[in-house]
């Protein structure tokens, strides 16, 4: 399975921006179990941003709560985080995650290459 993130760039203070991840295989029997997103700003350990599972509630990082929305497309294995009301804090290289089984084999985990989200004025 591999995964395709889009949607970072460079947008100011309050502003939005939309994530999205498409998880693809040349094996169509996979399952998703997890799917969500972490971050790494420079200099610091990469963190929890959300994330959702299978038939699960999303859970966020206290620090985005009220500003970030997590949703599926389940047709399209694809996940998104909507972000709203950005802050500076919220700069790093943001990684999509997701945790998948084929059948009873599993889970597996793979790692987007990273999309980098500047907030700066």
């Known amino acids: 399975v591999q995964l395709q993130a889009s949607g970072g760039g460079l947008v100011q203070p309050g502003g939005s921006l939309r994530l999205s991840c498409a998880a693809s295989?040349?094996?169509?029997?996979?399952?998703?179990?997890?799917q969500g997103w972490y971050r790494q700003a420079p200099g610091k350990e990469r963190e929890l941003v959300a994330t959702?599972?299978?038939?699960?509630?999303?859970n966020y990082a206290d620090s985005v709560k009220g500003r970030f929305t997590i949703s599926r497309d389940n047709a399209k294995n694809t996940v998104f985080l909507q972000m709203n009301g950005l802050k500076p804090e919220d700069t790093a290289v943001y990684y999509c995650?997701?945790?998948?089984?084929?059948?009873?084999?599993?889970?597996?985990?793979?790692w987007g290459q990273g999309t980098l989200v500047t907030v700066s004025s």
């Open positions: 295989s040349s094996r169509s029997n996979f399952q998703i179990n997890v």
């Open positions: 995650n997701l945790r998948y089984s084929r059948g009873t084999i599993g889970p597996y985990v793979v």
């Open positions: 959702m599972s299978t038939g699960g509630s999303p």
